[in-house]
């Protein structure tokens, strides 16, 4: 895909890894950008692994396809390092993030040699601190825009804030802990990426 971004992300049923892709194919679009946020459809029962994909550019999207080479990839749930390989077709110039309290060099060999960016961050833990409830997908989707930039922060926190409202019309408590959810792991992203500025200079 020229000019855009094709995401991978692999969850469990129930995590909310097919949301995730559907809130940012929703978010992108409202930034004026051509989008796609589809499911792989397996069995649908809760906890089995699940795959959705997003395509996200400033030109039509002419395939139709599922991803086998994407940009981004993002693991919601540790545990399938070790039944799925997560790693398949990533390109070596993209990124991995990963849902775990690991460091990235505690993840690394469970990644099957994986030369490119690999980012950790600990969803569970930011969400049960916002949401008093292990509901990892918001602090991915964070975690997807802050390592891609697909879209400038401050409009994307815009658009989640006006997609959430809709979501949660009926539960309006819930609008602000999935804001704070957001805006902590762009915190923590943020100085990662940072660091690796540094690092890199």
Sequence with gaps: MNNGIEIRWHGRGGQGAKTAALLLADAAF?????????????PERMGAPITAYNRIGKEPIRVHSNIYTPDLVLVVDETLLHS??????????????INTPKTRKEILPFLNGYQGN??????RKISEETLGKNFPNSPMLAAAVAVSGVMEKDAFLKEMRTLYGHKFAKKPEVIEGNMQALYETFEVLEEVLKQNVRKSA
């Design 30 to 42: 409202q930034t004026g950008q051509y989008v796609q946020g589809f499911p792989e459809y397996g």
């Design 84 to 97: 799925v390989d997560v790693t398949a077709g990533l390109k070596k110039e993209g990124a991995l993030i």
């Design 118 to 123: 690999v980012y950790t961050v600990d969803a």
